[in-house]
């Protein structure tokens, strides 16, 4: 981190300024970081109501969508995260500490990163659920070529970013302040509620492989993130890398259903 960032708003100076002061509590990050996962439910459950309830199972049904409705999940986060970036005294955006100058290095580190935690998060996942021999269920069903088209070309480009700025601008960004620098406990944190994210959204059953699966991928992701979000302090280079991960996945996804 350079000179100058030290006076952006969401860098580690003016966080702790803001902790010292009672704008920054525990309830913020730990309200926010348990937010994808509650607003998950609450939309599967609602896509189960309003579209589902004569199917054989309408649980699973509606979490083959959950890539359309996952950006009600976005629009909830960013109003909440407005509400509470603006208690603050910042703007939403100020999460990112985006700048223009040096915006292609970070693209170039998005996708070093890419390259770097690709394997590990989805190497590591995919070979717990072989060792264990777990597929998550599915109904087979193929999604109408709009739904398809949406999760091509806008649900990754407004979930990661979303999902970067909630975790890490965010909450790891204030528990590593609120813990008084103990960076690795607050990664271990925003590690577990991201476990819980993906572990049971979109809600598929309670399936303890799944656990131990994304377990095994998300923590040592997590806390390389948390390790590297302090040396850089800004929020692009982990867009990229999340853009292209979600896209990887979304177009393996399609691929493996035939579209």
């Known amino acids: 981190m350079n000179a100058s960032e030290t006076t952006f708003p969401n860098s580690k100076v003016e966080i702790q300024k803001r902790v010292a002061a009672g704008k920054i509590t525990w309830a913020g990050p730990l309200i926010v970081m348990a937010a994808r996962t509650v607003l998950g439910w609450i939309f599967q459950a609602l896509a189960v109501v309003l579209f589902f309830r004569g199917s054989a199972d309408p649980w699973i049904e509606a979490s083959e969508w959950w890539r359309v409705y996952g950006t009600l999940v976005d629009v909830g986060c960013i109003v909440l995260l407005v509400w509470l970036t603006r208690r603050e005294g910042i703007r939403l955006f100020d999460l990112g500490n985006y700048r223009r100058e040096g915006w292609l290095r970070d693209v170039g580190l998005g996708v070093g990163l890419f390259v770097l935690t690709a394997p590990l998060f989805m190497g590591g996942m995919f070979a717990v659920m072989a060792l264990l021999r777990f597929s ?104 990229v890398n999340h853009w292209l991960t979600d896209l990887l996945t979304v177009l393996t996804v399609s691929l493996l259903a035939g579209v």
């Open 136 to 239: 998550p269920p599915s109904t087979g069903i193929v999604l109408p070529t709009w739904a398809t088209l949406y999760s091509l070309i806008i649900w990754w480009v407004i979930w990661a970013p979303v999902e970067d700025m909630t975790y890490t601008g965010y909450a790891f960004a204030r528990l590593e302040a609120l813990t008084g620098g103990k960076w690795l406990l607050a990664a271990m944190v925003i590690s577990l509620f991201l476990v819980l994210q993906h572990s049971f959204f979109p809600f598929t059953g309670v399936h303890w492989q799944l656990i131990v699966a994304m377990t095994a991928g998300l923590i040592p992701s997590a806390v390389l993130g948390a390790w590297l979000y302090m040396r850089w302090r800004r929020l692009l280079p982990f867009h």
